[in-house]
């Protein structure tokens, strides 16, 4: 099983509608972020958290809301999704002071 | 505006030759450099990574090329092997006590047999 869970992997939703990434991780870290990646872009941060009392907004944070619903879960959400949000997104976790993102295998949400 | 600018976007390489990925960065607070390493359908891995108080490093066919004076940094692939097509992401993290990273835009490599 793979150490940090994404679901849905794919998932194709209408403009307008309310859509959750859910992520969860067996690895113990205390540090949880969700990226979005889009082609020629790159990975860019939308939000991160120190531990389930700390959130904090990323470079795009626009549009999206998070919820640490424990240490190991930790899901993204997006309100009123536009076609703009149509990308690939992924959860990564981290330990204090080490350097290493450890990423999930990726939710490609598409909005029509 | 774009932390970390990386180049080339694609590149393709014979089998067994040399791939050179080139990252540029302004922000003198940025204190460790990752390289991540991306297959279809993966998340990023974790490939290779440096301090900026070192100017190489080496780990088997990979290395970071670091030049702190002129805010640069590279990754060579030496004889590559199509096993190592994938995309690749130079990364640079903000100095703080929070693993908080930049990435570049990525490069698809893609090593021809």
């Known amino acids: 099983d793979a150490d940090v869970t994404q679901t849905p992997r794919n998932r194709i939703t209408k403009t307008g509608k309310r859509i959750m990434l859910e992520c969860s991780q067996t690895k113990g870290h205390d540090r949880m972020y969700w990226y979005r990646q889009d082609p020629g872009l790159g990975l860019r941060l939308i939000y991160y958290s120190f531990d389930v009392k700390d959130i904090n907004k990323g470079e795009i944070s626009d549009g999206y809301s998070v919820s640490r619903q424990a240490q190991a879960k930790f899901s993204l959400s997006l309100e009123s999704a536009i076609p703009n949000q149509t990308a690939l997104y992924f959860c990564a976790t981290s330990v204090k002071g080490f350097g290493e993102l450890f990423f999930g295998e990726g939710s490609r949400l598409t909005v029509l | ?113």
């Not at chain 2, 460790?32 to 990574?49: E, R, S, T």
Request: net charge positive; proline share 6%.
């Open chain 2, 1 to 113: 505006q774009q932390q970390v600018k990386q180049s080339p976007q694609s590149l393709i390489v014979q089998k067994g030759g040399i791939s050179i990925i080139n990252c540029a960065y302004e922000n003198t607070a940025f204190d460790y450099f990752p390289w991540y390493q991306q297959f279809p359908g993966k998340g990023p891995a974790l490939l290779i990574a440096i301090r900026p108080d070192v100017s190489e490093k080496k780990e088997g066919r990979f290395t970071i090329s670091f030049n702190k004076s002129a805010k640069q940094f590279s990754l060579h692939i030496m004889d590559s092997q199509p096993g190592d097509s994938a995309t690749y992401f130079c990364a640079a993290r903000w100095t703080s006590g929070f693993n908080k990273f930049y990435f570049g835009s990525g490069t698809k490599l893609n090593v021809k047999p």
